[in-house]
């Protein structure tokens, strides 16, 4: 049972710029950063953006996040056709003391 | 560059313990982070399974605490995940994770609940 809420699906023309949200609450998000994952096809997830905003090296500048309140979001501007794949938003959670995940949002580029 | 090697059994028989070891580089087992066990069942999400504090202490997803155990090795830089009575349910790639700023994750490790 994920503790934080996405959109089941997103999707744009390549180029486009799309958003994706994830809705946590005082006890994860709202106290803690934020980690996206980007999963391809077949593999394992990739850590895509870290502490709220930071991207690991390699990570293109075309993915960003943010944070606000007990709410996050990742933008991926200039879709491109790599980027069809399942996204999740991350964060410790004070309550558990554990790692709570979003529950996927599967981005297709049409 | 902190590296994180998940092994163990790829086949476990239903009922039985599910026993996997995280083998870490780079950093020891003793810093001040979390460590600890996330799963994927096929096709499904991310499960945050339970963790490890550099202390200790550990603490597990409700609907899994009955059945997890998580330990440390200091002494071989490892920690370790067991399951018991599991069941098809918890047929799933398993990975084992240092829960920091930019978390570090294994490669992951399929296990399947099989007779």
């Known amino acids: 049972q994920s503790v934080l809420t996405q959109p089941p699906s997103a999707s744009g023309t390549p180029g486009q710029r799309v958003t994706i949200s994830c809705s946590g609450s005082s006890s994860n998000i709202g106290s803690n950063n934020v980690n996206w994952y980007q999963q391809l096809p077949g593999t394992a997830p990739k850590l895509l953006i870290y502490?709220?905003?930071q991207r690991p090296s390699g990570v293109p500048d075309r993915f960003s996040g943010s944070k606000s309140g007990t709410s996050a979001s990742l933008a991926i501007s200039g879709l491109q056709s790599e980027d069809e794949a399942d996204y999740y938003c991350a964060a410790w959670d004070d309550s558990l003391n554990g790692y709570v995940f979003g529950t996927g949002t599967k981005v297709t580029v049409l | 560059q902190v590296q994180l090697q998940e092994s163990g059994p790829g086949l476990v028989k239903p009922s039985e313990t599910l026993s996997l070891t995280c083998t870490v580089s780079?950093?020891?087992?003793?810093?001040?982070?979390?460590w600890g066990w996330i799963r994927q069942p096929p096709g499904k999400g991310l499960e945050w399974i339970g963790s490890?504090?550099?202390?200790?202490?550990?603490y597990y997803n409700p609907s899994l605490k009955s059945r997890v155990t998580i330990s440390v090795d200091t002494s071989k830089n490892q920690f370790s995940l067991k399951l018991s009575s599991v069941t098809a349910a918890d047929t799933a790639v398993y990975y084992c994770?240092?829960?920091?700023?930019?978390?570090?994750w294994g490669q992951g490790t399929l296990v399947t609940v099989s007779s």
């Open positions: 994770a240092r829960f920091a700023d930019s978390p570090n």
């Open positions: 490890i504090y550099h202390s200790g202490s550990t």
């Open positions: 780079g950093n020891s087992i003793s810093s001040i982070y979390y």
């Open positions: 502490s709220n905003n």
